[in-house]
C-alpha cells in the first residue's frame, strides 16, 4: 500500500505502522479502513472495526486532533480513549427514556468459564440491567440504565478482565472470525511442522529404547528436539498461554489454565531434563498436543463462523445506499444516497437485481420480488402499484419507483436482524446446567491433578511428573461447555435458513417436552384471506351501503376479516361515495363500534351486535355452514350480515396427523361460531375445538391446562393473540411484515407456512438428541479418562490426543443438525 500523508496533530510516524495503535503492520496485513478520503492501513480487523465506528459515528476528527496512538492490547488504558466516543444519546443504543442496550462483539471467548466471567463483571457495574453472552457466537447482549452507565464503561469493564470487545457488526465480526481462522492456520501450520520433525528425532529414540543408541547420539537427539519444539511454544501455543493468563487474572480460571500448564509442565520437565542429560522427555509429547489441540480449536472456529453466518447474510441484504428522485414526479434525476438517510415520502428507483432499501409501497411499473431471505420462499412474487414491499427484499425482474413508507433502520429486514440479533443470547435449562458444571470443573481438575502429583510422588517418584501433565492435559470442559450451545447455534441457523425463526433460548426444549399443541384457526389453520360470499341487508339499507359502512368500520383494522370486507366494498360499491368512520373502537373478539355522519354503527359478532340494533334480528336464508357471519347494526336497527369463508391451509391436515401421531393432545381455540370452529376441527380430526372464545377465555384454557401439569405450545397470528402467546410455554406466530418486531411469540414463522411448526418440532427432537448424546459423551469421556490418567494408564500425548478428539466429536456431532 502506498504511503499516505500524514494527518496534522497526528504522530510524525503515523505511516510506520498501523494508523490507528501504531503498532507494527503484520506481513499481509489488508485491512485499509477509509478516513477523510484516504485508505488508512491497520494492522488487525480489531483496529478496523473501531475505526470504522469512529467515522460512522462522525469523529474522524479524533484522528486529525490526536497527539498519539490509541492504546494496544500492550498499553496502559483499559479501553482507547476513541471508544470513550460511544456516548448514551447514540441512537443506536436507544431502548427507552431510561435504558439503552446493544450488542457487542467480544473476542477471546473459549468456553463457559468465560461466559460466567463476562456476565458476573458486567452484572456488577452499577447501571447494568443485564448481560448475557453466547460462547457459540461471541455475542454480548448488554442493557443498561442511562443515568448510571455508559458504553465506555462496559468495554473498561470488560478490558478489566481479560476480553477486547467492539460495537456488533455482522460483516465486521465475519472479518474478525476469517482473520482469526488464519492466523490459526498459521499457529496449526508450525505445530503440525515442529511436531513431525520432533517425531523424526523421537523415534529413533523409542525403537533404541536397548542401550543400542550412543549417549551422545541420544543428548543431540533431544538438543534438537528441544530447539525444533520452540517454534510451537513460543508461537503455536500463544492462544492457550493468552487465555490462562486472562483467566488467572480475572480469578477465574477457565479451560486454557490446565492446558497452559499441561503444556509448561512438559516443556520445562523435558528441558530439564535435556539439560542435566538424563530423564524423560516429552518434546513429541507437547508439539503434538499443541496441534491436536489447534486442530479441535480449529474446528471450532469453523463451527463459530457458521453460528454467525445467518446474520451475515441478513447485514449483507442490507443495501449501504439508494437511488432518490429528490425532483419527483417533475424530475427522474436520481441522486444516490445512504440508506440511513432515507425518510418515509421519499421516492426511489430500484433496479433489477437490487435490494429494497426500506419498506416502500410500488407507485410505478411491475416486477417480481424475492423475498428468500426474509420468508425462505425462493419463488419470486409479482408485486404491482400500490402494493407493499419490504426492505431488504430484491427487485427480481424490472425497475420500479417505490414511495418509501419507513426508514431503514425501522424495515423490515432492519426488524428481523434486532430479532436474530437477539436471539441465541439467552441460555435454556440444560444449557446453564453445563455452564454451572463447567465453571466449577477446572477448579476441580486443577486440584485432582495436583492430588495426583502428590500421590506418585510419594509412590513412584518417577511417574509422578507425567501423571501430572497426562490429568491436565486428559481432561475436556471445552466439550462440556460446548456440547449445548453448539447444538443449538447449528440448529437455529438451519432453521432461520427455512424462514423459521426462534426469538426465545427455550424454544427447541420446551417444544420437544410440549403435551399440548393449541392451534388459533383464522390465519393459522386457515389462509387467513377470507372472502366475503354474500351480503344479505337485514333493514332498509342498499346492499353496496351496506358494505361502504363496514368499509369505513374496519378501514384502521388488520384483522383478516376486516380486510376481506374492505376489498369486497372496493370491488362491489366502488360507486358508492366513501366515508370516514370516527371514534371508532375495537373489542377484543366481538367487533367494532363507530360513528359514520353522526350516526353509531356496531360491526361484529350477533351478541355484540345486539347490544345497539336490539333483540329480533333476521337470518336470513342462506345456509351459513362453513362460513363466518358479520353482522352491521346501528341504534336499534339491523343493517345487514356479510357472510365470509376462509379455505384450510393445504399443509394443516399434515402438521395436526403429525403431532397427533408424536403423542401430543390438540385442541383448537377460536374467536369464531361453535357451529364453524367444529366444522374446521372435524375436517381436520381435532377432537377438542372450542369457539366464541374471547382473548382471556383462551388465555384462562391455556393456564387451566397448564395448571394441570401440562406444557403448552400455542400457535396463533400474532395479532388478536398477543396474551395467550405469551402466557403459552412456547408459542409460534405466523410472521408478516410490519407486525413482525410487534409479535409476542417465541417464534416467527417468517415462510408463512404452517408445516414450518412440525418441521421445527422435528428439529427440536434432533437439537436435544445431539445435546443429550455431546452431554453424555463429554460426561462419560472425563469420568473415564481423568483416572485412567490419574492412574498411570494414559501418557501425555494420548492424552493430548483424547482431550482433542473428545471436543472435535461434540463439535462435529452438533454440525450435523444443519444438514437434517
Same mark, same amino acid.
Request: with cysteine; aromatic share 6%.
Given at each position: 500500500?502506498?504511503?499516505?500523508? $500524514?494527518?496534522?496533530?497526528?504522530?510524525?510516524?503515523?505511516?510506520? /505502522?498501523?494508523?490507528?495503535?501504531?503498532?507494527?503492520?503484520?506481513?499481509?496485513?489488508?485491512?485499509?479502513?477509509?478516513?477523510?478520503?484516504?485508505?488508512?492501513?491497520?494492522?488487525?480487523?480489531?483496529? #478496523?472495526?473501531?475505526?470504522?465506528?469512529?467515522?460512522?459515528?462522525?469523529?474522524?476528527?479524533?484522528?486529525?486532533?490526536?497527539?498519539?496512538?490509541?492504546?494496544?492490547?500492550?498499553?496502559?488504558? &483499559?479501553?482507547?480513549?476513541?471508544?470513550?466516543?460511544?456516548?448514551? +444519546?447514540?441512537?443506536?443504543?436507544?431502548?427507552?427514556?431510561?435504558?439503552?442496550?446493544?450488542?457487542?462483539?467480544?473476542?477471546?471467548?473459549?468456553?463457559?468459564?468465560?461466559?460466567?466471567?463476562?456476565?458476573?463483571?458486567?452484572?456488577?457495574?452499577?447501571?447494568?440491567?443485564?448481560?448475557?453472552?453466547?460462547?457459540?457466537?461471541?455475542?454480548?447482549?448488554?442493557?443498561?440504565?442511562?443515568?448510571?452507565?455508559?458504553? /465506555?464503561?462496559?468495554?473498561?469493564?470488560?478490558?478489566?478482565?481479560?476480553?477486547?470487545?467492539?460495537? @456488533?457488526?455482522?460483516?465486521?465480526?465475519?472479518?474478525?472470525?476469517?482473520?482469526?481462522?488464519?492466523?490459526?492456520?498459521?499457529?496449526?501450520?508450525?505445530?503440525?511442522?515442529?511436531?513431525?520433525?520432533?517425531? =523424526?528425532?523421537?523415534?529413533?529414540?523409542?525403537?533404541?529404547?536397548?542401550?543400542? =543408541?550412543?549417549?551422545?547420539?541420544?543428548? &543431540? =537427539?533431544?538438543?534438537?528436539?528441544?530447539?525444533?519444539?520452540?517454534?510451537?511454544?513460543?508461537?503455536?501455543?500463544?492462544?492457550?498461554?493468552? *487465555?490462562?493468563? #486472562?483467566?488467572?487474572?480475572?480469578?477465574?480460571?477457565?479451560?486454557?489454565?490446565?492446558?497452559?500448564?499441561?503444556?509448561?509442565? #512438559?516443556?520445562?520437565?523435558?528441558?530439564?531434563?535435556?539439560?542435566?542429560?538424563?530423564?524423560?522427555?516429552?518434546?513429541?509429547?507437547?508439539?503434538?498436543?499443541?496441534?491436536?489441540?489447534?486442530?479441535?480449536?480449529?474446528?471450532?472456529?469453523?463451527?463459530?463462523?457458521?453460528?454467525?453466518?445467518?446474520?451475515?447474510?441478513?447485514?449483507?441484504?442490507?443495501?449501504?445506499?439508494?437511488?432518490?428522485?429528490?425532483?419527483?414526479?417533475?424530475?427522474?434525476?436520481?441522486?444516490?444516497?445512504?440508506?440511513?438517510?432515507?425518510?418515509?415520502?421519499?421516492?426511489?428507483?430500484?433496479?433489477?437485481?437490487?435490494?429494497?432499501?426500506?419498506?416502500?409501497?410500488?407507485?410505478?411499473?411491475?416486477?417480481?420480488?424475492? =423475498?428468500? &431471505?426474509?420468508?425462505?420462499?425462493?419463488?419470486?412474487?409479482?408485486?404491482?402499484?400500490?402494493? +407493499?414491499?419490504?426492505?431488504?427484499?430484491?427487485?427480481?425482474?424490472?425497475?420500479?419507483?417505490?414511495?418509501?413508507?419507513?426508514?431503514?433502520?425501522?424495515?423490515?429486514?432492519?426488524?428481523?436482524?434486532?430479532?436474530?440479533?437477539?436471539?441465541?443470547?439467552?441460555?435454556?435449562?440444560?444449557?446453564?446446567?453445563?455452564?454451572?458444571?463447567?465453571?466449577?470443573?477446572?477448579?476441580?481438575?486443577?486440584?485432582?491433578?495436583?492430588?495426583?502429583?502428590?500421590?506418585?510422588?510419594?509412590?513412584?517418584?518417577?511417574?509422578?511428573?507425567?501423571?501430572?501433565?497426562?490429568?491436565?492435559?486428559?481432561?475436556?470442559?471445552?466439550?462440556?461447555?460446548?456440547?449445548?450451545?453448539?447444538?443449538?447455534?447449528?440448529?437455529?441457523?438451519?432453521?432461520?435458513?427455512?424462514?423459521?425463526?426462534?426469538?426465545?433460548?427455550?424454544?427447541?426444549?420446551?417444544?420437544?417436552?410440549?403435551?399440548?399443541?393449541?392451534?388459533?384457526?383464522?390465519?393459522?389453520?386457515? %389462509?387467513?384471506?377470507?372472502?366475503?360470499?354474500?351480503?344479505?341487508? &337485514?333493514? $332498509?339499507?342498499?346492499?353496496?351501503?351496506?358494505?361502504?359502512?363496514?368499509?369505513?368500520?374496519?378501514?384502521?383494522?388488520?384483522?383478516?376479516?376486516?380486510?376481506?370486507?374492505?376489498?369486497?366494498?372496493?370491488?362491489?360499491?366502488?360507486?358508492?361515495?366513501?366515508?370516514?368512520?370516527?371514534?371508532?373502537?375495537?373489542?377484543?373478539?366481538?367487533?367494532?363500534?363507530?360513528?359514520?355522519?353522526?350516526?353509531?354503527?356496531?360491526?361484529?359478532?350477533?351478541?355484540?351486535?345486539?347490544?345497539?340494533?336490539?333483540?329480533?334480528?333476521?337470518?336470513?336464508?342462506?345456509?351459513?355452514?362453513?362460513?363466518?357471519?358479520?353482522?352491521?347494526?346501528?341504534?336499534?336497527?339491523?343493517?345487514?350480515?356479510?357472510?365470509?369463508?376462509?379455505?384450510?391451509?393445504?399443509?394443516?391436515?399434515?402438521?395436526?396427523? @403429525?403431532?397427533?401421531?408424536? *403423542?401430543?393432545?390438540?385442541?383448537?381455540?377460536?374467536?369464531?361460531?361453535?357451529?364453524?370452529?367444529?366444522?374446521?376441527?372435524?375436517?381436520?380430526?381435532?377432537?377438542?375445538?372450542?369457539?366464541?372464545?374471547?382473548?382471556?377465555?383462551?388465555?384462562?384454557?391455556?393456564?387451566?391446562?397448564?395448571?394441570? /401439569?401440562?406444557?403448552?405450545?400455542?400457535?396463533?397470528?400474532?395479532?388478536?393473540?398477543?396474551?395467550?402467546?405469551?402466557?403459552?410455554?412456547?408459542?409460534?406466530?405466523? *410472521?408478516?411484515?410490519?407486525?413482525?418486531?410487534?409479535?409476542?411469540?417465541?417464534?416467527?414463522?417468517?415462510?408463512?407456512? %404452517?408445516?414450518?411448526?412440525?418441521?421445527?418440532?422435528? $428439529?427440536?427432537?434432533?437439537?436435544?438428541?445431539?445435546?443429550?448424546?455431546?452431554?453424555?459423551?463429554?460426561?462419560?469421556?472425563?469420568?473415564?479418562?481423568?483416572?485412567? #490418567? $490419574?492412574?498411570?494408564?494414559?501418557?501425555?500425548?494420548?492424552?493430548?490426543?483424547?482431550?482433542?478428539?473428545?471436543?472435535?466429536?461434540?463439535?462435529?456431532?452438533?454440525?450435523?443438525?444443519?444438514?437434517?
Amino acid at each position: 500500500m502506498s504511503a499516505q500523508p $500524514a494527518m496534522a496533530g497526528a504522530p510524525a510516524d503515523l505511516d510506520a /505502522g498501523c494508523f490507528h495503535c501504531g503498532l507494527p503492520l503484520p506481513a499481509g496485513a489488508d485491512w485499509p479502513v477509509d478516513i477523510d478520503g484516504a485508505a488508512r492501513a491497520m494492522c488487525c480487523p480489531g483496529c #478496523a472495526a473501531v475505526a470504522r465506528s469512529i467515522v460512522e459515528i462522525g469523529q474522524a476528527a479524533y484522528y486529525r486532533d490526536r497527539s498519539a496512538f490509541a492504546a494496544s492490547a500492550a498499553g496502559s488504558e &483499559l479501553v482507547p480513549p476513541e471508544l470513550q466516543l460511544y456516548d448514551n +444519546a447514540d441512537v443506536r443504543f436507544a431502548l427507552d427514556e431510561a435504558s439503552c442496550e446493544t450488542t457487542l462483539a467480544v473476542e477471546g471467548i473459549r468456553c463457559a468459564a468465560c461466559v460466567w466471567l463476562v456476565e458476573r463483571r458486567l452484572t456488577r457495574l452499577p447501571g447494568v440491567q443485564a448481560a448475557k453472552l453466547n460462547v457459540a457466537t461471541e455475542r454480548l447482549y448488554v442493557r443498561w440504565s442511562k443515568d448510571a452507565c455508559r458504553p /465506555g464503561d462496559i468495554l473498561a469493564a470488560l478490558r478489566q478482565v481479560g476480553y477486547a470487545a467492539y460495537p @456488533y457488526d455482522a460483516v465486521r465480526h465475519g472479518e474478525q472470525l476469517r482473520g482469526a481462522t488464519k492466523t490459526l492456520g498459521r499457529q496449526l501450520f508450525v505445530a503440525g511442522l515442529s511436531m513431525m520433525q520432533v517425531m =523424526m528425532y523421537a523415534v529413533p529414540v523409542y525403537l533404541a529404547d536397548d542401550g543400542t =543408541m550412543d549417549d551422545n547420539i541420544a543428548g &543431540l =537427539m533431544r538438543w534438537a528436539s528441544l530447539l525444533l519444539t520452540l517454534p510451537a511454544i513460543c508461537y503455536s501455543a500463544q492462544p492457550f498461554f493468552k *487465555g490462562a493468563w #486472562a483467566s488467572l487474572r480475572a480469578r477465574a480460571p477457565g479451560m486454557d489454565v490446565p492446558v497452559a500448564l499441561g503444556i509448561i509442565a #512438559a516443556f520445562a520437565g523435558s528441558a530439564v531434563a535435556t539439560w542435566r542429560g538424563h530423564g524423560e522427555v516429552y518434546f513429541d509429547s507437547a508439539t503434538m498436543f499443541i496441534f491436536l489441540l489447534l486442530c479441535s480449536r480449529y474446528l471450532e472456529l469453523l463451527a463459530r463462523r457458521k453460528a454467525a453466518s445467518a446474520l451475515e447474510r441478513l447485514q449483507h441484504a442490507l443495501p449501504a445506499c439508494a437511488a432518490r428522485l429528490d425532483g419527483y414526479p417533475g424530475s427522474r434525476a436520481a441522486t444516490v444516497v445512504a440508506a440511513a438517510a432515507l425518510a418515509a415520502g421519499d421516492v426511489i428507483l430500484v433496479k433489477p437485481g437490487e435490494a429494497i432499501a426500506a419498506d416502500a409501497i410500488i407507485i410505478e411499473g411491475n416486477t417480481a420480488i424475492d =423475498m428468500a &431471505l426474509l420468508t425462505g420462499e425462493s419463488a419470486a412474487q409479482r408485486k404491482g402499484p400500490g402494493e +407493499a414491499v419490504p426492505g431488504g427484499a430484491i427487485n427480481a425482474s424490472a425497475a420500479v419507483l417505490l414511495r418509501v413508507s419507513r426508514p431503514a433502520r425501522e424495515s423490515t429486514l432492519s426488524d428481523l436482524i434486532k430479532l436474530v440479533e437477539r436471539a441465541g443470547l439467552g441460555k435454556p435449562r440444560i444449557a446453564q446446567w453445563a455452564d454451572r458444571v463447567a465453571s466449577w470443573f477446572v477448579v476441580a481438575l486443577l486440584l485432582f491433578a495436583l492430588a495426583s502429583f502428590g500421590f506418585w510422588y510419594w509412590y513412584e517418584p518417577a511417574r509422578a511428573w507425567p501423571v501430572a501433565i497426562a490429568v491436565l492435559v486428559v481432561s475436556c470442559p471445552c466439550a462440556l461447555s460446548l456440547a449445548t450451545p453448539s447444538a443449538l447455534a447449528a440448529a437455529t441457523d438451519r432453521l432461520l435458513r427455512r424462514g423459521v425463526l426462534i426469538v426465545r433460548p427455550h424454544v427447541l426444549e420446551t417444544l420437544h417436552r410440549a403435551t399440548h399443541v393449541v392451534f388459533d384457526k383464522t390465519g393459522t389453520l386457515t %389462509l387467513g384471506k377470507p372472502v366475503v360470499r354474500g351480503v344479505e341487508p &337485514l333493514g $332498509a339499507m342498499a346492499r353496496e351501503l351496506c358494505l361502504r359502512v363496514g368499509a369505513a368500520l374496519e378501514a384502521g383494522s388488520a384483522h383478516p376479516l376486516a380486510r376481506a370486507i374492505v376489498e369486497a366494498a372496493d370491488a362491489e360499491a366502488a360507486g358508492v361515495p366513501q366515508s370516514h368512520a370516527e371514534a371508532v373502537e375495537e373489542i377484543p373478539g366481538q367487533g367494532l363500534q363507530g360513528t359514520l355522519d353522526g350516526r353509531r354503527y356496531r360491526l361484529g359478532n350477533a351478541a355484540f351486535v345486539a347490544g345497539l340494533a336490539g333483540p329480533g334480528r333476521a337470518d336470513g336464508a342462506t345456509d351459513t355452514a362453513g362460513m363466518t357471519p358479520v353482522y352491521l347494526g346501528a341504534e336499534g336497527e339491523w343493517l345487514a350480515r356479510f357472510l365470509l369463508s376462509d379455505a384450510l391451509r393445504a399443509d394443516a391436515a399434515a402438521v395436526v396427523d @403429525y403431532f397427533r401421531a408424536a *403423542g401430543k393432545s390438540v385442541l383448537l381455540l377460536s374467536g369464531d361460531q361453535q357451529a364453524l370452529t367444529q366444522a374446521v376441527a372435524a375436517g381436520l380430526g381435532i377432537d377438542v375445538a372450542r369457539g366464541e372464545c374471547l382473548p382471556d377465555e383462551k388465555l384462562r384454557v391455556v393456564q387451566q391446562l397448564q395448571a394441570g /401439569g401440562a406444557v403448552v405450545a400455542m400457535v396463533g397470528d400474532g395479532i388478536n393473540d398477543a396474551a395467550v402467546l405469551s402466557a403459552a410455554d412456547v408459542s409460534f406466530a405466523m *410472521g408478516s411484515g410490519a407486525a413482525l418486531a410487534q409479535a409476542h411469540a417465541d417464534t416467527v414463522l417468517l415462510s408463512g407456512r %404452517l408445516s414450518s411448526v412440525a418441521e421445527t418440532a422435528r $428439529a427440536a427432537a434432533a437439537t436435544m438428541a445431539v445435546i443429550r448424546q455431546n452431554l453424555a459423551w463429554a460426561t462419560l469421556y472425563n469420568l473415564l479418562a481423568i483416572p485412567a #490418567a $490419574a492412574l498411570g494408564y494414559l501418557n501425555p500425548w494420548l492424552s493430548g490426543l483424547g482431550m482433542a478428539l473428545s471436543s472435535a466429536v461434540v463439535i462435529a456431532n452438533a454440525l450435523r443438525l444443519r444438514r437434517n
